[in-house]
């Protein structure tokens, strides 16, 4: 088992309309891989896939080696989504012990329990609130930490900041790379923010077409840790270009 | 509290609206020299209720608890049967047909059934309360399962969440918008139910009261019934409406109101 993520040959749709064709991608543990493509192009679906939520039409998907389905009854994975609303009738708190709550047969050492978790973002004050009483900001923070805090091996990420406003995503940026680094698990970021992917991730991969066939993919070499924006680094800027360069028109 | 100095305001404006048509009608039936028979000044219909108050809180109860058993039981097994059909496509094939044909079957022709079934105490008064709140809260609560977050599904599933960790964690509580705006329907229709069931056969109740008023002519009875019957009405709506906002204080539906 040397891969976190293998997908090899992967089609995969919605009834007979196929979204993902012969898509095949692997992250190695601890990675940041980034998934960059328009809006559309079959990001989400590929995030599902991993997590075993569609099936693949053909192909195979392994997880730490495992099955999918095996995978999220082990609790490995953590998924977090652009705007989430969390769950509305559950305090912060709430929110964050929900994962440790449900799926209970499994026993993980996960290390930080919610409240140590939200202190780290800066959220010790507002256990007790609901989320329509948070910013777009805080909540995607609780997003995060509420996926974190199971410990997952692989952290699933659907353009999570996508709905932030630059400065807050700036924010988060810097947040979701050190709870990354402290985490260790492997991460797929799907986003059609070309220059978010370049300033997180350790590779890009560009998929794109009619139907989503992996186009190519980028190696950022910067080492870390990053600087908040890509204008910092000539080669971030690069790195932005080829990917760019990569995008079908 | 902001809802509650609403609720005040309510009051105050329902209170202003029947005292001027209280006024209003006074003067009408004075002036015109209107029949009791053919209906009574409220003057009258007060003193009525004012002669008597033991005798309409009796019965008050006796129609506003087979209204509440009916409501609790139609809504319990509306929501059962809401979630068996989210469990089960098959059973929710099977369950809606049988929902309709309860829903289409006409109370009035129902209720002397009842009665013949279950004699004149309370329990054919709950059956037709239950029958009638069972249709909206049954359609409200399987549309409301149903209506959950994609994106927080797609979380507790990764997490590896089974279909009954979802269900209570989720569907559930997703639910409640629609379970209160079933039951804003549901109550007043419980308790119409309850009334309509007791002009079939029954010893006691509101509706007794107005079939038995009806018989002898006496208006003064009847329309004090009804008046109670309204303002009983308005106090479950009350009742709903305070218990939806505590419930559901995280919802857009109180917090923009």
Redesign the interface.
């Known amino acids: 088992m040397s891969e976190a993520i293998a997908l090899e040959s992967v089609t995969a749709g919605y009834g007979r309309q196929p979204v993902l064709d012969l898509v095949s991608l692997t992250v190695a543990p601890g990675e940041f891989v980034a998934v960059a493509g328009r809006s559309g192009s079959g990001k989400t679906t590929l995030l599902r896939v991993i997590a075993g939520l569609i099936p693949p039409s053909t192909g195979a998907v392994r997880v730490l080696g495992r099955s999918p389905a095996d995978a999220r009854r082990a609790k490995l994975l953590g998924l977090v989504a652009q705007d989430a609303r969390l769950h509305p009738w559950l305090t912060v708190l709430g929110n964050v012990r929900l994962p440790l709550q449900v799926n209970g047969g499994v026993e993980r050492d996960t290390g930080l329990g919610p409240s140590e978790w939200l202190d780290r973002v800066g959220l010790a004050g507002h256990l007790d609130r609901y989320p329509h009483e948070l910013s777009g900001g805080m909540r995607q923070r609780v997003a995060l930490v509420r996926a974190l805090v199971t410990a997952p091996d692989v952290l699933l990420l659907d353009e999570p900041l996508a709905a932030l406003d630059a400065i807050t995503r700036e924010d988060l940026r810097a947040e979701l790379m050190d709870l990354w680094s402290a985490s260790g698990c492997s991460v797929i970021h799907v986003t059609h923010d070309l220059e978010e992917a370049v300033l997180l991730a350790d590779r890009v991969v560009v998929i794109g077409g009619p139907t989503a066939r992996v186009i190519g993919e980028i190696t950022v070499d910067a080492g870390r840790p990053r600087p908040r924006r890509i204008t910092q680094r000539p080669e971030l800027i690069a790195a932005v270009e080829s990917v760019r360069a990569l995008l079908p028109p | 509290m902001r809802g509650e100095r609403r609720a005040l305001a309510d009051v105050v404006a329902a209170t202003i609206a029947v005292t001027a048509l209280g006024v209003v009608l006074e003067i009408w039936t004075t002036a015109m020299r209107v029949p009791g028979y053919l209906f009574p000044a409220p003057s009258a219909i007060a003193a009525r209720l004012a002669r008597d108050p033991q005798f309409f809180a009796s019965e008050t109860i006796t129609t506003l608890g087979e209204a509440a058993f009916g409501f609790a039981l139609g809504a319990a097994v509306a929501f059962a049967a809401a979630s068996a059909m989210t469990f089960s496509r098959a059973l929710e094939r099977s369950i809606f047909p049988l929902a309709i044909l309860v829903k289409l079957t006409p109370i009035v022709a129902v209720a002397p059934l009842f009665t013949l079934w279950f004699g004149f105490g309370p329990a054919p008064k709950i059956a037709i309360a239950a029958l009638i709140t069972f249709f909206p809260m049954l359609v409200n609560a399987f549309v409301g399962l149903r209506s959950v977050?994609p994106?927080?599904l797609?979380?507790?599933?990764?997490?590896?969440?089974?279909r009954q960790?979802i269900f209570v964690?989720?569907r559930a509580?997703s639910a409640?918008p629609y379970l209160f705006s079933a039951a804003r329907v549901s109550a007043n229709l419980a308790l119409i139910g309850a009334v309509v069931a007791e002009w079939t056969g029954a010893e006691r109740g509101l509706g007794r009261v107005i079939f038995v008023a009806n018989a002898n002519l006496d208006l003064t009875s009847l329309f004090g019934a009804v008046l109670i019957l309204a303002a009983a009405g308005i106090g479950v709506n009350a009742l709903v409406g305070a218990a939806e906002r505590r419930v559901l204080?995280?919802?857009p539906i109180t917090?923009t109101t």
């Open positions: 977050d994106q927080e797609a979380f507790l599933e990764t997490l590896g969440a089974s960790e964690r989720l509580p409640l204080h995280w919802h917090l």
